[in-house]
Protein backbone atom coordinates (compact mmCIF):
# COMPACT_ATOMS: atom_id res chain seq x y z
CA UNK A 1 0.00 0.00 0.00
CA UNK A 2 1.10 3.38 -1.07
CA UNK A 3 0.84 6.83 0.61
CA UNK A 4 -1.96 7.58 -2.50
CA UNK A 5 -4.02 4.73 -1.91
CA UNK A 6 -4.62 6.03 1.69
CA UNK A 7 -4.60 10.23 1.36
CA UNK A 8 -3.33 12.58 3.40
CA UNK A 9 -5.89 12.33 6.07
CA UNK A 10 -6.07 8.45 6.12
CA UNK A 11 -2.15 8.49 6.86
CA UNK A 12 -2.44 10.87 9.39
CA UNK A 13 -4.97 8.76 11.15
CA UNK A 14 -2.97 5.64 11.11
CA UNK A 15 -0.23 7.56 12.55
CA UNK A 16 -2.21 9.32 15.08
CA UNK A 17 -3.78 5.41 15.91
CA UNK A 18 0.16 4.63 16.50
CA UNK A 19 0.64 7.25 18.48
CA UNK A 20 -2.47 6.25 20.86
CA UNK A 21 -3.50 10.27 20.69
CA UNK A 22 -6.86 11.67 21.70
CA UNK A 23 -5.76 15.43 21.57
CA UNK A 24 -4.30 15.22 17.75
CA UNK A 25 -7.60 16.81 15.06
CA UNK A 26 -7.17 20.80 15.23
CA UNK A 27 -4.93 22.92 13.30
CA UNK A 28 -3.21 23.80 16.78
CA UNK A 29 -2.07 21.35 19.77
CA UNK A 30 -3.92 22.61 22.45
CA UNK A 31 -1.08 22.72 25.27
CA UNK A 32 -1.91 23.73 29.13
CA UNK A 33 1.70 25.07 30.76
CA UNK A 34 0.87 26.15 34.24
CA UNK A 35 -1.34 29.12 34.21
CA UNK A 36 -1.03 29.28 30.22
CA UNK A 37 -3.16 27.92 27.17
CA UNK A 38 -0.22 27.24 24.97
CA UNK A 39 -1.34 26.75 21.09
CA UNK A 40 1.49 24.52 19.02
CA UNK A 41 1.13 24.63 15.13
CA UNK A 42 3.81 24.22 12.40
CA UNK A 43 2.81 24.41 8.09
CA UNK A 44 5.52 23.47 5.65
CA UNK A 45 5.50 25.28 2.20
CA UNK A 46 7.58 23.67 -0.73
CA UNK A 47 8.50 25.20 -3.44
CA UNK A 48 6.79 23.09 -6.79
CA UNK A 49 3.98 22.33 -4.20
CA UNK A 50 3.32 25.45 -2.42
CA UNK A 51 4.80 28.15 -4.24
CA UNK A 52 6.70 28.83 -7.38
CA UNK A 53 10.38 30.27 -7.57
CA UNK A 54 8.98 33.06 -9.52
CA UNK A 55 7.18 34.38 -6.86
CA UNK A 56 8.05 37.47 -5.12
CA UNK A 57 10.53 36.12 -2.29
CA UNK A 58 8.86 38.56 0.24
CA UNK A 59 5.28 37.18 -0.89
CA UNK A 60 6.31 33.68 0.31
CA UNK A 61 8.39 34.78 3.64
CA UNK A 62 4.94 36.68 4.21
CA UNK A 63 3.02 33.77 3.62
CA UNK A 64 4.79 31.08 5.15
CA UNK A 65 4.16 33.13 8.77
CA UNK A 66 0.38 33.99 8.04
CA UNK A 67 -0.62 30.49 7.23
CA UNK A 68 0.79 29.56 10.79
CA UNK A 69 -1.08 32.76 12.59
CA UNK A 70 -4.13 31.82 10.74
CA UNK A 71 -4.38 28.05 12.25
CA UNK A 72 -3.77 29.98 16.17
CA UNK A 73 -6.43 32.37 14.81
CA UNK A 74 -8.38 29.82 14.06
CA UNK A 75 -8.44 28.57 17.33
CA UNK A 76 -8.68 31.43 19.31
CA UNK A 77 -5.07 32.42 19.90
CA UNK A 78 -2.97 35.09 19.33
CA UNK A 79 0.74 34.91 18.00
CA UNK A 80 3.96 34.81 19.82
CA UNK A 81 7.32 33.00 18.83
CA UNK A 82 8.13 30.99 15.89
CA UNK A 83 11.15 28.91 14.46
CA UNK A 84 12.24 28.97 10.67
CA UNK A 85 13.96 25.91 9.63
CA UNK A 86 14.76 26.51 5.51
CA UNK A 87 15.54 23.65 3.01
CA UNK A 88 17.87 25.56 0.93
CA UNK A 89 19.32 24.84 -2.57
CA UNK A 90 22.42 26.44 -3.43
CA UNK A 91 20.73 29.63 -4.26
CA UNK A 92 21.26 33.49 -4.64
CA UNK A 93 21.50 34.95 -1.18
CA UNK A 94 19.83 37.84 -2.05
CA UNK A 95 16.54 35.47 -2.24
CA UNK A 96 16.87 34.06 1.05
CA UNK A 97 16.95 37.43 2.74
CA UNK A 98 14.14 38.73 0.71
CA UNK A 99 12.48 35.70 1.85
CA UNK A 100 12.96 37.01 5.49
CA UNK A 101 12.50 40.69 4.64
CA UNK A 102 8.72 38.68 4.25
CA UNK A 103 8.65 37.45 7.44
CA UNK A 104 9.94 40.62 9.30
CA UNK A 105 7.09 42.37 8.02
CA UNK A 106 4.68 39.81 8.59
CA UNK A 107 5.74 39.72 12.54
CA UNK A 108 5.88 42.97 12.80
CA UNK A 109 1.91 43.24 11.25
CA UNK A 110 0.85 40.39 13.76
CA UNK A 111 3.23 40.84 16.68
CA UNK A 112 4.91 38.28 17.35
CA UNK A 113 8.88 37.23 16.99
CA UNK A 114 10.98 34.94 15.02
CA UNK A 115 13.11 33.26 18.24
CA UNK A 116 15.19 30.97 16.31
CA UNK A 117 15.41 27.75 13.67
CA UNK A 118 17.58 25.60 11.38
CA UNK A 119 18.82 25.59 7.78
CA UNK A 120 20.03 22.41 5.61
CA UNK A 121 20.61 21.73 2.50
CA UNK A 122 17.65 20.80 -0.20
CA UNK A 123 16.92 20.07 -3.69
CA UNK A 124 14.31 21.64 -3.28
CA UNK A 125 13.27 24.94 -1.38
CA UNK A 126 11.13 24.75 1.11
CA UNK A 127 9.99 26.90 4.35
CA UNK A 128 8.97 24.84 7.30
CA UNK A 129 7.69 27.27 10.38
CA UNK A 130 6.53 26.49 13.40
CA UNK A 131 4.38 28.83 15.79
CA UNK A 132 3.30 29.05 19.35
CA UNK A 133 0.54 31.01 19.65
CA UNK A 134 -1.43 31.94 23.50
CA UNK A 135 -5.25 32.04 24.40
CA UNK A 136 -7.11 32.69 26.96
CA UNK A 137 -9.93 30.16 26.20
CA UNK A 138 -8.40 27.97 23.11
CA UNK A 139 -11.22 26.70 20.56
CA UNK A 140 -11.06 23.96 18.67
CA UNK A 141 -13.03 21.98 16.01
CA UNK A 142 -14.76 19.35 18.39
CA UNK A 143 -17.31 21.87 20.24
CA UNK A 144 -19.90 22.37 17.30
CA UNK A 145 -23.29 21.51 18.94
CA UNK A 146 -26.93 21.13 17.22
CA UNK A 147 -28.73 24.33 16.62
CA UNK A 148 -25.68 26.80 16.07
CA UNK A 149 -25.25 28.99 12.99
CA UNK A 150 -22.54 27.94 10.70
CA UNK A 151 -20.37 31.09 9.77
CA UNK A 152 -17.51 32.39 7.67
CA UNK A 153 -15.20 35.55 7.99
CA UNK A 154 -14.57 37.74 4.67
CA UNK A 155 -14.98 36.38 1.12
CA UNK A 156 -14.48 32.36 -0.23
CA UNK A 157 -12.81 31.43 -3.85
CA UNK A 158 -10.21 34.24 -4.47
CA UNK A 159 -7.43 32.61 -3.75
CA UNK A 160 -8.37 29.75 -5.80
CA UNK A 161 -8.92 31.87 -8.59
CA UNK A 162 -5.65 34.03 -8.16
CA UNK A 163 -3.36 31.03 -8.81
CA UNK A 164 -5.41 30.31 -11.96
CA UNK A 165 -4.47 33.57 -12.68
CA UNK A 166 -0.57 33.36 -11.77
CA UNK A 167 -0.37 30.17 -14.07
CA UNK A 168 -1.50 32.07 -17.08
CA UNK A 169 1.45 33.61 -16.99
CA UNK A 170 0.49 36.57 -18.76
CA UNK A 171 1.90 39.88 -19.21
CA UNK A 172 -0.62 41.97 -18.32
CA UNK A 173 -3.48 41.63 -15.60
CA UNK A 174 -6.70 43.76 -14.86
CA UNK A 175 -6.78 45.34 -11.74
CA UNK A 176 -9.65 43.10 -10.47
CA UNK A 177 -7.16 40.08 -11.71
CA UNK A 178 -4.04 41.52 -10.03
CA UNK A 179 -6.54 41.67 -6.82
CA UNK A 180 -6.94 38.06 -6.31
CA UNK A 181 -3.27 37.07 -7.37
CA UNK A 182 -2.32 39.37 -4.32
CA UNK A 183 -4.82 37.35 -2.38
CA UNK A 184 -3.18 34.05 -3.47
CA UNK A 185 0.33 35.62 -2.92
CA UNK A 186 -0.50 37.38 0.22
CA UNK A 187 -3.02 36.22 2.57
CA UNK A 188 -3.58 37.95 5.50
CA UNK A 189 -5.01 36.23 8.76
CA UNK A 190 -7.95 37.09 10.46
CA UNK A 191 -6.41 38.48 13.79
CA UNK A 192 -9.32 40.82 14.20
CA UNK A 193 -11.78 37.87 15.02
CA UNK A 194 -9.35 36.52 17.69
CA UNK A 195 -11.51 38.08 20.57
CA UNK A 196 -14.43 37.26 18.62
CA UNK A 197 -13.40 33.70 18.49
CA UNK A 198 -12.45 33.57 21.91
CA UNK A 199 -16.03 35.00 23.39
CA UNK A 200 -18.55 33.21 21.59
CA UNK A 201 -17.69 30.50 19.03
CA UNK A 202 -18.40 26.79 19.87
CA UNK A 203 -16.02 25.07 17.02
CA UNK A 204 -13.79 27.19 14.83
CA UNK A 205 -10.92 26.51 12.08
CA UNK A 206 -9.17 28.50 9.63
CA UNK A 207 -10.47 27.12 6.03
CA UNK A 208 -6.98 26.18 4.09
CA UNK A 209 -8.19 23.05 2.24
CA UNK A 210 -11.64 24.33 0.73
CA UNK A 211 -14.63 25.42 2.48
CA UNK A 212 -16.26 22.15 1.98
CA UNK A 213 -13.41 19.70 3.43
CA UNK A 214 -12.76 21.92 6.26
CA UNK A 215 -16.36 21.46 7.00
CA UNK A 216 -15.88 18.02 6.79
CA UNK A 217 -13.29 18.16 9.68
CA UNK A 218 -15.14 19.84 11.94
CA UNK A 219 -18.07 17.60 10.98
CA UNK A 220 -16.12 14.84 11.90
CA UNK A 221 -14.62 16.17 14.69
CA UNK A 222 -17.68 17.31 16.69
CA UNK A 223 -20.05 14.29 15.64
CA UNK A 224 -22.60 16.64 13.80
CA UNK A 225 -24.28 17.27 10.53
CA UNK A 226 -23.70 20.39 8.64
CA UNK A 227 -25.72 22.09 5.77
CA UNK A 228 -24.94 24.95 3.80
CA UNK A 229 -26.90 27.11 1.96
CA UNK A 230 -24.87 27.99 -1.52
CA UNK A 231 -26.82 31.17 -1.73
CA UNK A 232 -25.51 32.92 0.82
CA UNK A 233 -21.80 32.36 0.33
CA UNK A 234 -19.87 35.58 0.29
CA UNK A 235 -18.37 36.19 -3.21
CA UNK A 236 -16.07 39.65 -3.71
CA UNK A 237 -17.25 41.26 -6.86
CA UNK A 238 -13.69 40.38 -7.44
CA UNK A 239 -14.43 36.59 -7.83
CA UNK A 240 -17.54 37.46 -9.72
CA UNK A 241 -15.98 39.47 -12.66
CA UNK A 242 -13.57 36.23 -13.04
CA UNK A 243 -16.08 34.14 -13.52
CA UNK A 244 -18.27 35.68 -15.82
CA UNK A 245 -15.00 36.67 -17.77
CA UNK A 246 -13.79 33.10 -17.52
CA UNK A 247 -17.11 31.23 -17.53
CA UNK A 248 -16.88 29.53 -14.27
CA UNK A 249 -19.02 28.83 -11.61
CA UNK A 250 -18.30 31.36 -8.41
CA UNK A 251 -19.89 28.56 -6.20
CA UNK A 252 -17.68 26.04 -7.15
CA UNK A 253 -14.36 28.39 -6.39
CA UNK A 254 -16.36 29.23 -2.78
CA UNK A 255 -17.11 25.85 -1.64
CA UNK A 256 -13.90 23.98 -2.97
CA UNK A 257 -11.30 26.53 -3.48
CA UNK A 258 -8.03 26.38 -1.04
CA UNK A 259 -6.05 28.47 0.91
CA UNK A 260 -8.31 31.94 1.33
CA UNK A 261 -7.18 31.53 5.00
CA UNK A 262 -10.85 33.02 6.31
CA UNK A 263 -12.60 31.11 9.74
CA UNK A 264 -15.11 28.80 9.67
CA UNK A 265 -16.60 28.68 13.06
CA UNK A 266 -20.38 27.96 14.71
CA UNK A 267 -21.99 29.65 17.50
CA UNK A 268 -26.03 30.85 18.01
CA UNK A 269 -26.86 32.76 15.80
CA UNK A 270 -28.04 35.66 18.36
CA UNK A 271 -23.84 36.04 18.88
CA UNK A 272 -23.03 37.06 15.20
CA UNK A 273 -21.68 40.91 15.45
CA UNK A 274 -22.90 43.12 12.54
CA UNK A 275 -19.98 45.36 13.10
CA UNK A 276 -17.92 42.34 11.42
CA UNK A 277 -17.02 41.07 8.11
CA UNK A 278 -19.30 37.46 8.99
CA UNK A 279 -21.70 35.70 7.11
CA UNK A 280 -24.24 33.12 8.34
CA UNK A 281 -23.79 30.28 5.43
CA UNK A 282 -25.77 27.22 7.05
CA UNK A 283 -26.83 25.40 10.22
CA UNK A 284 -25.54 22.43 12.41
CA UNK A 285 -27.39 19.46 13.66
CA UNK A 286 -27.77 15.81 14.84
CA UNK A 287 -26.48 13.41 12.37
CA UNK A 288 -23.19 13.67 9.95
CA UNK A 289 -21.17 14.70 7.09
CA UNK A 290 -21.18 18.06 4.97
CA UNK A 291 -24.60 18.73 2.77
CA UNK A 292 -25.07 21.56 0.31
CA UNK A 293 -28.15 22.73 -0.83
CA UNK A 294 -29.88 19.46 0.77
CA UNK A 295 -27.22 17.35 -1.36
CA UNK A 296 -23.92 15.40 0.04
CA UNK A 297 -20.97 16.87 -0.60
CA UNK A 298 -16.87 16.53 -0.28
CA UNK A 299 -13.68 17.87 -1.54
CA UNK A 300 -11.45 20.28 -1.51
CA UNK A 301 -7.20 20.16 -1.67
CA UNK A 302 -5.59 16.83 -1.03
CA UNK A 303 -1.57 16.02 -1.28
CA UNK A 304 -1.89 12.70 -1.69
Known amino acids: MRISDLGEFGLIKRLKDILGSTSIGDDCAHVRLGEYNL ?3 TDLMLEGVHFLRRYPPESVGWKSLSVNVSDVVGNGGEPRWALVSLMLPDMEVSYVERLY ?48 S ?23 YE ?42 HL ?23 FCEKYEKDPKDYALYGGEDYQLLFTHPRERWNPFMDM ?11 VFVDGKPAEGGYRHF
Not at 219 to 241: A, M, N, Q, T, Y
Open 39 to 41: LLT
Open 101 to 148: IGIKRACEFYGCDVVGGNVAKSDRLGIDLFLVGTSDRPVGRRGAKPGD
Open 150 to 172: LFVSGTLGDSRAGLELLLMERED
Open 175 to 216: DFELALIERHLRPTARIDYVKHIQKYANASMDISDGLVADAG
Open 219 to 241: SERSGVRIDIDSSRLPLSKELIR
Open 279 to 289: SEIGEVSEGKG
